[in-house]
């Protein structure tokens, strides 16, 4: 497999506060849940690689805060980016409601044309589920998105929403839909690495 800097993509992943944004990349990168992860303030990075059509693709996934007050800040992360994971709690109505928001963002800030992928986390709760299935189905059929569900307690669909990512974002750079972002330098990875390093937290995450 061969990696150059035309397979590093930027994306974001968003939504309210407490959907489980930073569980899922905790889950994803390092393949543990962790119950109290610290809130995001701003956004932490990490990077994620996986393949697409024998080719090495780089995720640099930006973890924005859900916070209100942090939003403006979160908004500058959202720029270059080419693909976006749109999150909500399947046991809270609110985080839901408020996906219309979120889904202007991105609209306006990500590249034209990015990718957004529908997740609705926390499918291990379905007994506490509040939001039904046909209110999401309408939801992505309205804003024409593509949706799955993910548990970032088991890990359920948490590799198969990256790799359906990686493989959109991948298509729609190679039939020229996206234009790509330059990479982040490797002195801003180094940065949030030795923080992350210092913390001992976050492993995987660079």
């Known amino acids: 497999m061969q990696e150059n800097s035309n397979n590093i993509y930027r994306i974001v992943i968003v939504g309210s506060s407490s959907v489980g944004k930073s569980s899922i990349i905790q889950r994803l990168v390092q393949g543990v849940f962790v119950e109290d992860l610290t809130p995001t303030c701003g956004a932490d990075f990490c990077t994620y690689q996986c393949a697409v059509q024998s080719e090495n693709v780089k995720l640099q996934i930006w973890d924005t ?49 990015a990718y957004i992928l529908l997740v609705g986390n926390k499918s ?9 299935v046909q209110l999401v189905k309408d939801f992505a059929d309205r804003h024409m998105l593509e949706t799955i569900e993910t548990s970032a307690l088991s890990g359920k669909n948490i590799k198969e929403a990256f790799a359906r ?31 992350k390093a210092q913390n001992g937290k976050n492993d995987g995450c660079c």
């Not at 291990?124 to 039904?132: I, K, P, W």
């Open 65 to 113: 805060a859900g916070q209100e007050k942090f939003k403006s800040i979160s908004k500058s992360y959202f720029r270059g980016a080419v693909g976006a994971i749109l999150v909500y709690d399947i046991t809270s109505m609110g985080s839901f409601d408020s996906l219309t928001s979120w889904l202007n963002d991105i609209h306006e800030y990500c590249s034209p044309n």
């Open 165 to 195: 990512l990686a493989f959109e974002v991948s298509t729609r750079v190679r039939n020229g839909q996206i234009s790509t972002a330059p990479p982040v330098n490797k002195a801003t990875q180094l940065t949030i690495a030795n923080d």
């Open 124 to 132: 291990d709760l379905e007994n506490q589920r509040q939001v039904g």
